[in-house]
C-alpha cells in the first residue's frame, strides 16, 4: 500500500499553530530579501532575462516548500546550477537556432523528471557516493567562471568564449576602453556589500546594493547616459502567470545537462537539507526530498522558470530568522511574486552594474578557503579529486566537468571498495596472536608448517586479483602445509572470489596440504554454502565465527596443529594454545 502520508510531507501543516504565524512571516521577509536580488542575478548568469529569476523563485518555491520533506529548505536558482543552465542553454541554442527560455523550461522539465523518478525508485542514497573534494572543486571553478563572467557587466566591454582562458583574453583586449561610470557602480556595489558585511552581518546587503544602484540611476539619470539597467535585457512586467511550453524535441540534446544538472541539484539541496536538519533535529527522507525537487523543477518548466536546487543562503536564512513550518516557504513565494506584481518598473532600473557585483561578492562566498587547505591536506585521492574537477570545470563544458568529477568519484569508490587488507598473525614474546605489525622490530614468531593471515575487506569481484596476489607468497613456500584463513571480517562474498578460494584449495591438495576458514559469519557461510565451497574445502576444515573472543580461531588452530602433527620441537603456536588453554 502506498504510504501517501510520507509522498505528501504538507499534511504536517495540521500540526501548524497561530503562535508560528509570526516567526514564519519573519521569516519569509527575510527569504524575499533575498530572494529578489539573487534571482536577478543568477538569471544573468543562466543567460535568461533577469526575470526569469524571480519566476525561478515562485512556483518552484511554492512546491519545494508543500512537496520536500524538509520544512526549511527554500527552492529556486543558486548560483553553480545557474551558470551550469547558461552554458548548456548557450551551446545548444548557438547551434539550433533554439530560444534561450523554451530550451531552459524543456531543460528544467527533464531534469524534474529524472528527479521525481530518482525519488520514486529510493536512488537517495547514490549522491553519497559522490565525493566532496568532486563537488567542492566544481563549486570553487564555478566560482571563478562566475566572478570573470562579470567583468564584462563590470566594465561593459565585450567578452566572448564558454572557457576560462577565453574569456580572459577577449576581455583583456578591450579592457581599455571600459566605461568609467559603470565600473565605478560596480566597485561601489562591492565596497558596499563588504562594509555592511563588517558592520552587521544580518543586514541584508543584496537588497540595499540593488535599492543603492536604483537610487543612483534614477537620481543621476544614468540610464540616460548609457548604463545599461534590466530594463535593456528584458523589462519585468506585472504578471506571475507567465505560463511556458517545454518543447520535448529538444530533450535528446540537452539529455547530458539535465543529468549534470540532476547530480548538481540534488547534491547541493541533500547538503543544505543535512546540514540544517543536523540542527534543528528533523529527519529527513532523501526520496522524498528528490520527489519535492523535481516537482519544484516541473513547476519552472511551465511557469517561465528554469533548473532550481535547494538554496543554502535562503534556506539558512530561513531558519536563522525563525521559520517554524513549510508555511514560511509559501508565504515568502507569494511575497517574490508581490514584488513581480507591484515593484517590477522599479526593479527595471537596477543596473546591470549592480547585479555584477552582487555577484562578485558571491562568488568569492562560494570559495571555502578552510575546506580547500583541509582538502589539500588530505589523502592524494582527495587532492585528485579536487583538482581534477577544478580544472575540469575551467577547461570543459560544466557538464563535462561535473561528469569528469562524477566519473572520479566511482574510480576512488571502486579503489577503496577492493581494497583488501590481508595481514599475518604472529605470535609475540608473551604468545599472545598478533598482527605482525602490532610486535616489536623482531616481527614475532611463525611457525614453519602453519601460516595464519588475517583477511579484512569486501570478497567481491574487483578484490579477486588483490586476494590472489596476496596468497602467492604463501603458496609457494613449501614448507606450508596448512593455511588458515581468517575471514571474520570480510563481507559481500561472489563467484568470483568463490573461484579464487576454490583454485587455492585444489591447489594446496595438489601437494597435499590444506586450507582452513574461520571466523565465517552467517551472511558468508551462506555464500559458501549456496556457490559449493562448504564441500570442497570440507566441513572439518571450516570454522564459522561463535560467541567468545578467538574460540572459533583456537579451534581452527587445533584442527591445523592436528593435520601436522609433531613438527618442530618449540611450535610458537602450540606455546599460544598453551597459554590459552591455561
Known amino acids: 500500500m502506498i504510504d501517501l502520508a510520507r509522498w505528501l510531507p504538507f499534511g504536517d501543516l495540521r500540526s501548524w499553530r497561530p503562535a508560528h504565524l509570526g516567526p514564519d512571516l519573519r521569516a519569509a521577509a527575510a527569504v524575499t530579501v533575498l530572494s529578489v536580488p539573487q534571482g536577478l542575478a543568477y538569471a544573468m548568469l543562466a543567460g535568461l532575462p533577469p526575470v526569469v529569476g524571480l519566476y525561478a523563485s515562485i512556483w518552484p518555491a511554492l512546491f519545494g516548500a508543500l512537496f520536500r520533506s524538509s520544512r526549511h529548505v527554500v527552492a529556486g536558482p543558486t548560483n553553480a ?47 553519497d557516493y559522490i565525493s566532496n573534494s568532486v563537488v567542492l572543486g566544481y563549486i570553487t571553478g ?29 576581455w583583456s583586449g578591450g579592457a581599455t576602453g571600459a566605461d568609467i561610470t559603470t565600473l565605478a557602480l560596480g566597485a561601489s556595489t562591492v565596497v558596499l556589500l563588504l562594509l555592511l558585511r563588517r558592520l552587521d552581518p544580518r543586514i ?25 539597467t534590466i530594463e535593456d535585457l528584458a523589462p519585468i512586467g506585472g504578471s506571475v502567470l507567465a505560463w511556458s511550453r517545454p518543447e520535448l524535441r529538444w530533450v535528446g540534446a540537452l539529455l547530458p545537462a539535465a543529468i549534470a544538472a540532476t547530480v ?11 546540514s540544517i ?77 549592480t547585479l555584477a557585483g552582487i555577484l562578485l561578492v558571491l562568488a568569492w562566498d562560494l570559495v571555502d578557503w578552510a575546506r580547500i587547505r583541509m582538502t589539500l591536506k588530505g589523502g592524494a585521492g582527495d587532492v585528485l579529486a579536487f583538482a581534477v574537477t577544478l580544472i575540469g570545470a ?35 614474546d608473551d604468545d599472545h596472536l598478533r598482527e605482525r605489525a602490532e610486535v616489536d622490530e623482531t616481527g614475532g614468531r611463525q611457525c614453519s608448517a602453519i601460516r595464519v593471515l588475517h583477511v579484512e575487506g569486501s570478497l567481491f569481484f574487483g578484490a ?51 586450507v582452513v576458514l574461520v571466523g565465517m559469519r552467517p551472511g558468508v557461510m551462506a555464500r559458501m554454502e549456496a556457490l559449493g565451497l562448504v564441500a570442497e574445502v570440507g566441513p572439518d576444515n571450516l570454522f564459522p565465527t561463535e560467541r567468545g573472543w578467538f574460540v572459533a580461531m583456537d579451534r581452527a588452530l587445533d584442527r591445523a596443529l592436528d593435520l601436522v602433527g609433531e613438527h618442530e620441537s618449540a611450535c610458537p603456536l602450540r606455546a599460544y594454545r598453551r597459554r590459552r588453554e591455561g
Open 394 to 428: 575551467w577547461v570543459l563544458r560544466l557538464d563535462q566537468a561535473i561528469y569528469l568529477g562524477v566519473a572520479l568519484s566511482i574510480v576512488l569508490f571502486l579503489r577503496r571498495a577492493r581494497m583488501l587488507t590481508v595481514t599475518e598473525l604472529v605470535v609475540d
Open 277 to 353: 536538519a543536523g540542527r534543528t533535529g528533523d529527519r529527513l527522507d532523501a526520496s522524498v526530498e528528490f520527489v519535492g525537487q523535481g516537482l519544484a523543477n516541473a513547476a519552472a518548466a511551465f511557469t517561465s522558470g528554469y533548473p532550481v536546487s535547494g538554496s543554502l543562503s535562503r534556506s539558512m536564512t530561513n531558519w536563522r530568522t525563525g521559520g517554524q513550518s513549510r508555511l514560511a516557504g509559501v508565504v515568502g513565494a507569494a511575497m517574490v511574486a508581490g514584488v513581480v506584481l507591484l515593484a517590477g518598473p522599479l526593479v527595471n532600473h537596477t543596473p546591470l552594474a
Open 264 to 274: 548538481l541539484s540534488l547534491v547541493e539541496a541533500s547538503s543544505v537539507g543535512r
Open 204 to 228: 541584508p546587503g543584496p537588497l540595499v546594493a540593488m535599492v543603492f544602484g536604483v537610487a543612483m540611476c534614477v537620481g543621476f539619470d544614468l540610464h540616460a547616459g548609457g548604463l545599461r
Open 464 to 514: 579477486a586479483s588483490e586476494l590472489s596476489d596476496s596468497l602467492d607468497e604463501v603458496v609457494g613456500d613449501p614448507a606450508v602445509r596448512v593455511l588458515v584463513l581468517r575471514l571474520k571480517r570480510c563481507h559481500g562474498l561472489d563467484v568470483t572470489t568463490a573461484d579464487v578460494l576454490r583454485a587455492l584449495v585444489a591447489t594446496l591438495r595438489r601437494d597435499r596440504r590444506e
Open 142 to 170: 564555478a566560482a571563478v567562471l562566475i566572478a570573470v563572467g562579470q567583468l564584462a557587466n563590470l566594465t561593459r566591454t565585450p567578452m566572448e568564449g564558454v572557457d576560462l582562458g577565453t574569456r580572459l583574453v577577449s
Open 81 to 127: 546550477l545557474s551558470l551550469l543552465v547558461g552554458t548548456a542553454v548557450a551551446s545548444i541554442a548557438a547551434s539550433t537556432g533554439a530560444s534561450a527560455l523554451t530550451l531552459a523550461v524543456t531543460l528544467a522539465l527533464t531534469v524534474g523528471a529524472i528527479q521525481v523518478l530518482a525519488g520514486l525508485l529510493r536512488l537517495g542514497m547514490l549522491v
